[in-house]
């Protein structure tokens, strides 16, 4: 989608491992490939390119809206399940209905992109953000789920694109743009926590509160609209922005290229239900973290601090993990052990849940930000090609998040069943054992497409 395509990621070599910037890289592997721009839309973007401060500027913004939106609901759940008479299964919904959108809608990205443009389709993103942040205050419940939805389908279109857009605009600062993008991500996610309990006591509830990041998704909107409108500007009426891919050949052609058959690759898929299971645990969290300290004694706005340092930590794991990563043939070894930082964690859930909250938050963001950036750049070191991890990065993002979405919903309704906590955790215990299993799979000296493997 440039004039000059930025090269992928290169494909690791069996026998090597891959550099701190080469693994970053990785990150910004996305499911969608570069089409050819229209050459008056390229111009656009090289004017664009001319003036980076503003794109800068929205990438920052755009990525600290990427979690806010879901990480400032948990702290104040039961003060929304209080206010609609809500049980614990059907409270969960506020978060299971945005990850099932995010499932649903990532696959949708790339056609989209490639219709209005990256740049539009990022504003468009941004605008549904916003106004489903604002649904989710309305008086009626089921307005509230509709912002959910809302809410899921635009954070799906940012998670898709974002990272292809930042690769193809800083193919030479890519590492050091990826760890702006994933560190303004967490910042976001970790911002919206803390502050989500004093919001809601300075903004008279827990609407004010919600409602409060509607005015940063807004801004990120606004910085988005220019860059958006010189884009579209560009393109003739009624055409798309950019031209189908090529194949091999050179001749204009599908855009799905010929590649290994992911589905059915054991390989593929123990990824994929790697990168599935931890983002359950990880929504789970999201969900239902704050009201289990709350359950157990501690004030709302120690739980919320408690959620937002897990949140925080995070970074360490997904930043120093990746890099480990590429320094080994097999990554058996550290698959297992972010799976069990997760477990201690959250075994010790069970044992001292206010006592030691503080330190099994500790393990538990290390253990979810190791094993977010171990499923990422698995997809890279076990494809054999630049177009397969892609491929596998679309293929995980879908059903992972369709995956995660059913955590939330199962803990709570085992929760209002059971009517307390013992279980839910036993059960998190369970998918931490999966996790070990499906690593143990995932984490073998294999890559999809090569030489034949079957995978």
Request: proline share 7%; charged share 10%; aromatic share 6%.
């Amino acid at each position: 989608m440039s004039p000059s395509p930025s090269p992928h990621p290169p494909s690791p070599s069996p026998k090597e491992g891959l550099s701190t910037e080469e693994l970053l890289a990785a990150e910004l592997i996305d499911a969608e490939e570069d089409p050819a721009p229209a050459p008056a839309v390229a111009a656009a973007r090289r004017r664009l390119r001319s003036r980076p401060l503003l794109l800068f500027a929205g990438i920052v913004l755009a990525s600290l809206n990427m979690r806010a939106a879901l990480a400032g609901v948990s702290p104040v759940l039961g003060q929304i399940s209080d206010d609609f008479g809500m049980t614990a299964t059907v409270s969960s919904l506020v978060t299971t209905i945005p990850l099932i959108f995010m499932g649903v809608v990532s696959p949708l990205a790339p056609g989209l992109a490639r219709r209005w443009g990256t740049e539009t389709v990022l504003f468009g993103a941004l605008v549904l953000l916003t106004g489903g942040i604002v649904l989710r205050i309305a008086p009626p419940m089921a307005t509230l789920f509709l912002g959910c939805a809302v809410v899921g389908s635009g954070i799906a279109l940012l998670n898709v694109l974002m990272p292809g857009l930042i690769k193809r605009d800083f193919p030479e600062q890519a590492a050091g743009m990826t760890a702006l993008y994933s560190t303004a991500m967490i910042l976001g996610a970790t911002a919206s926590a803390a502050a989500a309990v004093p919001l809601e006591r300075a903004l008279g509830g827990w609407r004010g509160s919600l409602v409060s990041w509607a005015l940063l998704a807004g801004l990120a909107a606004c910085v988005w609209l220019p860059q958006a409108l010189v884009v579209r500007r560009g393109t003739p009426h009624g055409r798309p922005t950019a031209a189908a891919p090529r194949t091999a050949a050179g001749a204009a052609g599908p855009r799905e290229q010929p590649g290994p058959r992911l589905t059915r690759s054991v390989l593929a898929w123990q990824i994929t239900l790697f990168m599935g299971s931890q983002s359950l645990i990880a929504y789970v969290t999201i969900a239902w973290l704050p009201t289990l300290f709350t359950d157990h004694g501690m004030s709302e706005t120690s739980a919320g601090l408690v959620f937002a340092f897990s949140t925080l930590v995070q970074m360490a794991g997904s930043f120093v993990v990746p890099v480990l990563a590429g320094r080994m043939r097999r990554q058996r070894l550290l698959c297992t052990a972010v799976a069990l930082s997760m477990a201690a964690g959250i075994a010790g859930l069970l044992v001292a849940p206010v006592a030691g909250a503080w330190v099994w938050a500790a393990l538990l963001g290390l253990g979810q930000g190791g094993a977010l950036g171990l499923a990422l750049t698995l997809m890279v070191l076990r494809s054999a090609d630049a177009h397969t991890a892609a491929r596998l990065s679309g293929m995980a993002q879908t059903w992972g998040y369709l995956l995660a979405a059913a955590g939330p919903l199962l803990l709570g309704a085992v929760h209002q069943a059971t009517d307390g906590w013992t279980v839910p955790i036993v059960l998190l215990l369970c998918v931490c054992a999966g996790l070990v299993l499906l690593g143990l799979g995932a984490g073998r000296d294999r890559r999809i497409g090569d030489g034949g493997a079957a995978g």
